[in-house]
């Protein structure tokens, strides 16, 4: 069984500070896998966006 453990803002930088712990281990993972930077901030704005849209 998976356990979710919330990962503080002292682990974030300033491409994950505002995501969710889902969408960060997404971002770390494509770090780790040498994508594009630019690539990665396209993810982080449009999830950002989606949960914005949810939360209205």
Do not use: C
Not at 24 to 30: P, Q
Not at 40 to 47: P, V
């Amino acid at each position: 069984m998976a356990i979710r453990v919330s990962i503080s803002d002292e682990d974030r930088d300033e491409l994950t500070k505002d995501l969710d712990d889902f969408d960060k281990a997404y971002i770390e993972k494509m770090k780790e896998d040498g994508v594009n930077p630019e690539f990665m901030q396209m993810f982080r704005d449009i999830s950002l966006e989606l949960h914005q849209d949810e939360e209205e």
